[in-house]
């Protein structure tokens, strides 16, 4: 009886040791794990919470590893817009506690996105102690401090980036992501005018395939090769207002790009909303498992690359 009991515990510790993803850092523009390989996210990311909320539950979350293979997921939380987390922090919270918990607990790593267009700085403060209070001790998390920067200067933006990042950093070590001006594409004023002073740091870069082309791509380019590391937060291969078609061409030449530096890939978004960026389609049922009739062309073209690449 003792002997069994000693072989369930082992195993039960063994499990607990091995199912715990490796914490992340930032080694030239490639992220890696606690042995220095290089680490390849690629995942999708969940729409603005307050309109979207119905989608944050543990089982999209399940779906997501499960089903699509995905090994990051990224919860938007809103800020600005109606219904978002100034004006009900509960909601907010919840939406975000359901989604972060679920992927610790499937072993996913997992973005908590303050997701605005405008500067708040008061704001952004409160909610990252908060959440890195509450979240920083798991190598799971990644903070992102600013969704789409649209026209603040950079010097603001860097000076908000390390206020905000001091705070995280007291109390955890996790990557932290930043955007640059003009919808995070704005990437070469980090080449020469870099955030300092904040270890674990990447720049977002945002595209969508059927409006950013070739110029944003050698933008990003030239970053990478100045050394700049970037995460693709969040892109897609229609156009930029999530409508027009899926322009597979352009998209494969952004993906190209991604691939060849391993840079993070995260595909906007799981949402109903009757456009060509929702993955699902209008009233699909947010806790029954996903079947090809609920997803749309978007999600299912997400879907198969997912599939292929993270095996």
């Not at 500067?119 to 969704?147: D, R």
């Not at 395939?209 to 944003?216: F, P, R």
């Amino acid at each position: 009886m003792k002997k069994t009991f000693l072989i369930i515990l082992f195993a039960l510790i063994s499990f607990s040791i091995n199912a715990q993803v490796s914490p992340l850092s930032v080694k030239g523009t490639n992220i890696v794990d606690d042995k220095g390989n290089i680490v390849h996210l690629r995942g999708v990311s969940f729409s603005w919470h307050n309109w979207w909320s119905q989608y944050y539950t543990a089982n999209m979350v399940n779906e997501m590893k499960n089903s699509w293979h995905c090994n990051i997921v990224r919860a938007s939380i809103g800020i600005g817009p109606s219904n978002d987390y100034v004006q009900d922090p509960q909601k907010g919270q919840s939406c975000l506690d359901s989604v972060v918990l679920a992927a610790i607990k499937q072993n996913l790593y997992v973005i908590i996105d303050f997701h605005a267009h405008e500067l708040n700085t008061k704001v952004a403060a409160s909610f990252f102690k908060k959440q890195a209070k509450k979240y920083g001790s798991y190598p799971n998390v990644i903070f992102e401090l600013f969704n789409e920067p649209v026209n603040q200067p950079w010097s603001e933006l860097k000076e908000y980036a390390q206020n905000i990042s001091k705070i995280i950093r007291k109390y955890s070590k996790n990557i932290i992501l930043m955007g640059t001006p003009q919808w995070c594409q704005q990437i070469n004023l980090a080449i020469n005018n870099p955030i300092k002073g904040i270890d674990n740091l990447m720049y977002t870069f945002h595209f969508y395939a059927n409006t950013h082309k070739e110029v944003l791509r050698e933008s990003m380019g030239k970053a990478l090769k100045a050394g700049v590391p970037v995460f693709i937060s969040e892109c897609g291969a229609m156009s930029a207002d999530g409508s027009g078609e899926i322009n597979e061409e352009e998209f494969g030449k952004w993906i190209d790009l991604a691939e060849s530096y391993n840079i993070a890939e995260i595909f906007w978004s799981i949402a109903d909303k009757e456009e060509i960026c929702s993955m699902l389609k209008p009233n699909t049922n947010p806790y029954l498992p996903l079947k090809d009739h609920d997803i749309t062309e978007w999600g299912l073209f997400v879907k198969k690359y997912l599939l292929e690449h993270n095996k």
